[in-house]
């Protein structure tokens, strides 16, 4: 009999209640309510002793926490496994004395969870010392009548079992972790072709579960046009005609995108108690497959090209070589690619000059050259050759080399260049005839009209002196007037044409008379700086800077506006320089760079035609400065422009 009935039996009334007062009766329920309340008294402190010696007791760690995850109480397990006392851990948060960092994250995922529901995880326990051992975590909700809400933490240390796990199926594990692990998507199919495993590269590739793919084939994966051929080789195999096979194609991934996927397929043989099965090893192969489109233009358009090209790797081999290439060589690919670059140009060649071309390229450095090669079906070729470095995963492992035949371009400025010499040459015989034929006016001017123009003035001035009326002596005053200023005129004219005083005396006495005919003319004043010596110049040369100067002056006197003009000439090193500088209105940009005019052109071509230099500058309203430099003979010391 349980105690709760002994002790209703000892309370219950000997005499009929009828018979008793109402106070009696009263006082009988209250004694046998305080028994039944110190029964019940009685047990809970009972269960509560069991329950406190059970969770003292318990074999693994076991920590009672609020749902915020503060400590309330842990036994005596949880302080032999962490080494955290009850008097250090109670009131401190479980998760920072026994959850490592990485793991808080999930804990308190965990935990969220715990206060609806119990939650079994695997995880991590952290020891005092920060040791780590694997564990396997319970988080159980509770309600305490004296504490609240509250949560069972219990910790089991699964070291031990992991290790005889992993010692029990090593073999298996290590194929299962390679299986899950791999970088690439490994599938198992069935001889229908139904998925039976996946490991996660290949899920996520796909974008599928490994339910979803339960229920499909690789078929439906494959897009239709590559169906038909993945059937038949999948066939071949299981027929045992095609032990393995491999096969670039399109799947369709979860959604509407398709990928390229190179899969390499064989057949497991199977055993007693497991049915054949495939394997297939699936690499994501379209960023390849869209970089070989990219290269399949590109190569059309280097096969359109006219010049050139060839990628050629360390090992001073071809790699590609366009169609230009070939036909300058006349080879076919087969017969480039793949060879050494000295067995097309010859050892002697490729030592000598395009070996170091390339090594300067390989080290990072374009290098440009230009070369004449000599094709069989084409002879002699001049080529501009550019060599271009191609970085690769691991430097520079590979060149581009442009070749361009400007044997043409070559021929044309040669042909460009013999014209232009020819021009200057003509030019040059223009300017000496043009000077001869002045000479020669000048002279038959001075000489015969000049003798003869004075015969008719001192017969005139002779018929004066006969006897006559005076209309008629007026009328040979007249006439003698008109004869001397024709006189003059000529002599003007001759000077002009070719100055006597130039062949006479030299360039410094022409360019000081031609200063002060100027001066005379214009009322500009004119400065004249001669060296102290004067050296002895080519007739051609002295002329050449005599026009000069009155090409100058005329230039100054029509269009500067000048009040005060300069004319030096120096001699230094072998060199004769003449400078003539006004201070009138200036030349800006716009009339430096349109000073293309005759006048400026004919003075550039007589310096240029001596080996000269001629420049013209200038700002406006400071005045111009003409200056040519020349050799003073022929064969000087050369002398870069500015």
């Given at each position: 009999m349980?105690?709760?009935a002994?002790?209703?039996?000892?309370?219950t009334?000997?005499?009929?209640?009828s018979?008793?007062?109402r106070?009696?009766v009263?006082?009988?329920?209250l004694l046998?309510a305080a028994?039944?309340?110190a029964?019940?008294?009685?047990r809970l402190?009972?269960?509560?002793?069991?329950i406190d010696?059970?969770?003292?007791k318990?074999?693994q760690a076991?920590a009672l926490?609020t749902?915020?995850?503060?400590?309330i109480?842990?036994?005596?397990?949880?302080?032999?496994?962490f080494?955290?006392t009850?008097?250090a851990?109670v009131?401190?948060?479980?998760?920072?004395?026994?959850?490592p960092e990485?793991w808080?994250?999930e804990?308190?995922?965990?935990?969220?969870?715990?206060r609806?529901?119990?939650?079994?995880?695997?995880g991590v326990?952290?020891r005092?010392d920060?040791?780590?051992?694997?564990?396997?975590?319970?988080?159980v909700?509770?309600?305490?009548?004296?504490?609240?809400?509250a949560i069972?933490?219990?910790?089991r240390?699964?070291?031990k079992?992991a290790?005889?796990?992993?010692?029990w199926s090593?073999?298996?594990g290590?194929?299962?972790?390679?299986?899950?692990?791999s970088?690439?998507g490994i599938?198992?199919?069935?001889?229908n072709?139904?998925?039976?495993?996946?490991?996660?590269?290949?899920?996520?590739?796909?974008g599928y579960t490994?339910n979803?793919l339960?229920?499909?084939?690789f078929?439906?994966?494959?897009s239709?046009?590559d169906r038909?051929a993945?059937?038949?080789l999948v066939?071949?195999m299981?027929?045992g005609?095609?032990p393995?096979f491999?096969?670039e194609?399109?799947?369709?991934?979860?959604?509407s995108?398709?990928?390229w996927?190179?899969?390499?397929v064989?057949?497991?043989p199977?055993?007693a108690?497991?049915?054949?099965?495939?394997?297939?090893?699936?690499?994501d192969i379209?960023?390849?497959?869209?970089?070989e489109?990219?290269?399949?233009?590109y190569?059309?358009?280097?096969?359109?090209?006219?010049?050139m090209?060839?990628?050629i790797?360390r090992?001073?081999?071809?790699?590609?070589a366009?169609?230009?290439f070939?036909?300058?060589?006349?080879l076919?690919?087969?017969?480039?690619?793949?060879?050494?670059v000295?067995?097309?140009?010859?050892?002697d060649?490729?030592?000598?000059?395009?070996?170091?071309?390339?090594?300067?390229?390989?080290q990072g450095?374009?290098?440009t050259?230009?070369l004449?090669?000599?094709?069989?079906?084409?002879g002699?070729?001049?080529?501009?050759g550019?060599?271009?470095?191609?970085?690769?995963?691991s430097?520079?492992?590979?060149?581009?080399?442009?070749?361009?035949?400007?044997?043409?371009r070559?021929?044309?400025e040669r042909?460009?260049?013999?014209?232009?010499?020819e021009l200057q040459a003509?030019n040059?015989k223009?300017?000496s005839?043009?000077?001869?034929?002045r000479t020669r006016?000048?002279?038959e001017l001075?000489?015969?009209?000049?003798?003869?123009l004075?015969a008719?003035?001192?017969?005139?001035?002779?018929l004066?002196?006969t006897?006559a009326?005076d209309e008629?002596?007026?009328k040979?005053?007249?006439?003698?007037?008109q004869v001397?200023?024709a006189?003059?005129?000529?002599?003007?004219?001759s000077?002009e044409?070719?100055?006597g005083?130039?062949d006479?005396?030299?360039?410094?006495?022409a360019?000081e008379?031609a200063a002060e005919?100027f001066?005379?003319?214009t009322?500009?004043p004119?400065r004249?700086?001669?060296?102290?010596?004067h050296p002895?110049?080519?007739?051609?040369?002295a002329?050449?800077?005599?026009?000069i100067?009155?090409?100058?002056?005329t230039?100054?006197?029509r269009?500067?506006?000048a009040?005060q003009?300069?004319?030096?000439?120096s001699?230094?090193?072998?060199?004769i320089t003449?400078?003539?500088?006004d201070n009138?209105?200036?030349?800006?940009?716009?009339?430096l760079?349109?000073t293309r005019?005759l006048?400026v052109?004919g003075?550039?071509?007589?310096?240029?035609?001596l080996g000269?230099?001629?420049?013209?500058a200038?700002d406006?309203?400071s005045?111009a400065?003409?200056?040519v430099?020349?050799?003073?003979?022929?064969g000087?010391p050369?002398?870069?422009?500015p």
């Amino acid at each position: 009999m349980s105690d709760l009935a002994t002790t209703a039996i000892a309370f219950t009334p000997l005499f009929p209640v009828s018979v008793l007062s109402r106070a009696t009766v009263a006082l009988s329920v209250l004694l046998f309510a305080a028994a039944v309340l110190a029964y019940l008294l009685y047990r809970l402190h009972k269960y509560k002793m069991l329950i406190d010696d059970v969770f003292e007791k318990a074999l693994q760690a076991v920590a009672l926490t609020t749902p915020e995850g503060r400590i309330i109480r842990v036994n005596r397990c949880f302080t032999e496994v962490f080494g955290h006392t009850p008097q250090a851990a109670v009131g401190r948060r479980l998760p920072d004395l026994v959850v490592p960092e990485e793991w808080q994250d999930e804990y308190r995922i965990h935990a969220d969870k715990a206060r609806r529901q119990r939650v079994d995880a695997a995880g991590v326990g952290r020891r005092q010392d920060g040791s780590r051992f694997p564990a396997a975590i319970s988080l159980v909700p509770f309600a305490s009548p004296s504490k609240g809400a509250a949560i069972y933490v219990i910790y089991r240390d699964i070291s031990k079992q992991a290790r005889a796990e992993e010692a029990w199926s090593a073999s298996e594990g290590r194929w299962r972790a390679v299986f899950d692990n791999s970088a690439v998507g490994i599938a198992v199919t069935d001889v229908n072709g139904r998925f039976l495993a996946a490991n996660r590269a290949y899920r996520e590739l796909l974008g599928y579960t490994e339910n979803e793919l339960c229920v499909i084939s690789f078929l439906d994966l494959t897009s239709e046009e590559d169906r038909p051929a993945n059937a038949a080789l999948v066939a071949e195999m299981w027929a045992g005609r095609l032990p393995r096979f491999t096969l670039e194609k399109q799947y369709r991934l979860k959604g509407s995108r398709s990928i390229w996927v190179r899969v390499t397929v064989s057949r497991g043989p199977g055993d007693a108690t497991t049915p054949p099965f495939g394997m297939a090893i699936v690499e994501d192969i379209t960023e390849r497959k869209r970089a070989e489109e990219r290269l399949r233009e590109y190569e059309k358009v280097v096969e359109s090209l006219q010049e050139m090209i060839v990628v050629i790797d360390r090992d001073y081999r071809y790699l590609i070589a366009n169609q230009a290439f070939l036909r300058y060589h006349g080879l076919q690919r087969e017969q480039v690619v793949g060879h050494l670059v000295s067995e097309l140009v010859g050892q002697d060649t490729f030592d000598r000059v395009t070996k170091s071309n390339m090594d300067q390229c390989f080290q990072g450095r374009p290098v440009t050259c230009e070369l004449a090669l000599t094709f069989s079906n084409l002879g002699r070729r001049d080529i501009f050759g550019s060599y271009f470095p191609i970085e690769g995963p691991s430097g520079i492992d590979r060149i581009a080399v442009v070749l361009v035949d400007v044997t043409d371009r070559k021929k044309a400025e040669r042909d460009l260049q013999l014209s232009f010499q020819e021009l200057q040459a003509l030019n040059a015989k223009l300017q000496s005839v043009r000077e001869e034929e002045r000479t020669r006016l000048a002279r038959e001017l001075h000489d015969q009209l000049g003798q003869a123009l004075t015969a008719i003035g001192i017969d005139l001035a002779a018929l004066k002196t006969t006897p006559a009326r005076d209309e008629l002596s007026r009328k040979i005053d007249v006439i003698s007037g008109q004869v001397y200023e024709a006189i003059n005129s000529v002599r003007r004219i001759s000077t002009e044409l070719r100055p006597g005083i130039l062949d006479d005396l030299g360039l410094a006495a022409a360019v000081e008379w031609a200063a002060e005919d100027f001066q005379a003319r214009t009322g500009i004043p004119c400065r004249v700086s001669l060296p102290e010596t004067h050296p002895a110049l080519e007739q051609e040369r002295a002329t050449a800077l005599f026009r000069i100067v009155q090409e100058t002056l005329t230039n100054i006197a029509r269009h500067s506006g000048a009040t005060q003009v300069s004319i030096t000439l120096s001699v230094d090193s072998g060199h004769i320089t003449l400078e003539v500088r006004d201070n009138g209105r200036g030349l800006d940009s716009a009339q430096l760079s349109a000073t293309r005019s005759l006048g400026v052109l004919g003075m550039r071509e007589r310096a240029l035609l001596l080996g000269g230099e001629f420049s013209v500058a200038g700002d406006p309203g400071s005045g111009a400065v003409v200056r040519v430099r020349m050799p003073i003979a022929a064969g000087g010391p050369p002398e870069a422009n500015p």
